[in-house]
């Protein structure tokens, strides 16, 4: 049995957040419909696009079911009413004035059901100036301060490389629904609205450095791949391409120095404390990288393992999901399409030894599964759903 079986859930988030946090729930056994426009998700088209599939789509929406629904028109607000009477969780992210319009405001999901959890992600938050604004991943990160971080300390702030703001509100969507689930089976309360955004969780990702500037006033700046506050801690040159090290503490400082045949460097006065490293970081990779360019970064690897210093190859996305231990922990897995087609994709980011999850079939079709719904949850007949199709309503 998995986890969540039984739950049913409605997904009608689109893009990343709201939908990353669907996906986990169809991972671990809840009925996940994605509810769509008869348009669909604008990501089914975003790049990178093979054999008509998005990765973008691909990425957050495996296992669930594709019902596409206008809620534009009365009798399409119906079916989602129906459904909602029926449901655990509901997933969106429609600003306040477009939930209003389509049905899905607040004070109508309650009267409808008041042991629903509403999941609302949001971009800036659900009070203030900017709660009408749209949130969106890169945008976010300028926002934040998080691009203010990002970079070369001599250039411009650049966005992480990864949708980060997305997934990461997806992941704190799942965990927010489950809170609210375990308070209504612990009946400390029935249904409850959970207010996420892109906003929160980016200046909750500021961590140490929101700490820094709160407790202190320090405003810390870019570093690069390197650290201002410790040395060795970054990436460094090998033969044949780049290493993370880290030995900013005395004994490992001396065990990497040993290690790559550095032996006179701890001695060097530029170099006797970390803060003296830190000053003369840029002397220290030089002589540093003079031992390490005379080596791969696998023997390196291999090196620093064995002494015990905290390292790591800085490996291309083909290298990751080509790793031995990436593919011993499942985080590379295949599944199948209706139409019989094997996909790749990322697995899941955590285990459970009594009640595993598992990757369900590929993500659907646009309205794939629109008449099976219907007919299952709802009891409408084949004559009902080519009505409905024909208006324009699925």
């Not at 600003?95 to 999941?119: C, H, M, Q, S, Y």
């Not at 820094?212 to 201002?228: I, P, T």
């Not at 970064?297 to 990751?320: H, R, Y």
């Not at 139409?339 to 790749?344: A, K, L, Q, S, Y």
Request: charged share 20%; proline share 6%; aromatic share 6%.
């Amino acid at each position: 049995m998995m986890a969540l079986e039984n739950l049913l859930v409605l997904d009608a988030s689109r893009i990343l957040a709201g939908p990353f946090c669907g996906q986990f729930f169809a991972d671990h056994g809840a009925e996940v419909i994605k509810i769509e426009t008869p348009e669909g998700d604008a990501n089914r088209v975003w790049p990178l696009v093979v054999n008509g599939a998005s990765a973008n789509f691909f990425s957050v929406n495996r296992g669930k079911q594709s019902l596409t629904l206008n809620l534009r028109e009365p009798d399409g607000r119906k079916i989602l009413h129906a459904l909602v009477r029926r449901a655990d969780v509901l997933i969106h992210n429609y600003l306040p004035d477009t939930a209003a319009k389509l049905g899905v405001d607040d004070a109508t999901l309650v009267a409808l059901n008041e042991n629903l959890i509403r999941v609302v992600v949001g971009g800036y938050g659900a009070r203030g100036a900017l709660a009408g604004k749209p949130g969106y991943d890169a945008m976010m990160t300028g926002f934040s301060g998080i691009m203010s971080l990002t970079g070369e300390p001599d250039r411009p702030p650049v966005k992480p490389g990864v949708s980060m703001v997305d997934l990461s509100t997806g992941m704190l969507a799942f965990a927010a629904a489950m809170t609210a689930l375990y308070a209504r089976a612990t009946g400390a309360a029935k249904g409850q609205r959970v207010d996420l955004s892109l906003m929160q969780t980016a200046v909750s990702q500021l961590g140490f450095h929101g700490m820094n500037f709160l407790m202190a006033g320090q405003v810390d700046k870019r570093e690069g791949a390197e650290s201002n506050a410790l040395a060795p801690y970054g990436r460094y040159r090998a033969q044949d391409g780049d290493i993370m090290i880290g030995a900013p503490t005395p004994p490992t400082w001396r065990k990497l120095c040993e290690a790559i045949g550095a032996k006179l460097l701890p001695e060097d006065p530029r170099y006797l404390t970390n803060d003296l490293r830190c000053v003369n970081e840029a002397a220290l990779r030089v002589d540093l990288e003079k031992f390490l360019v005379t080596r791969t970064v696998a023997a390196w690897v291999e090196v620093l393992d064995t002494v015990g210093i905290a390292n790591a190859p800085v490996l291309t996305v083909d290298q990751v999901l080509q790793h031995p231990q990436v593919l011993a922990n499942d985080m590379v897995v295949e599944t199948q399409s209706s139409d019989g087609r094997t996909h790749r994709l990322l697995g899941i980011p955590f285990t459970m030894s009594g009640t595993p999850g598992a990757v369900g079939p590929a993500p659907p079709e646009l309205g794939e599964h629109t008449t099976a719904i219907l007919q299952r949850h709802l009891g409408y007949s084949d004559a009902d759903v080519a009505a409905l199709r024909g208006r324009g309503v699925v």
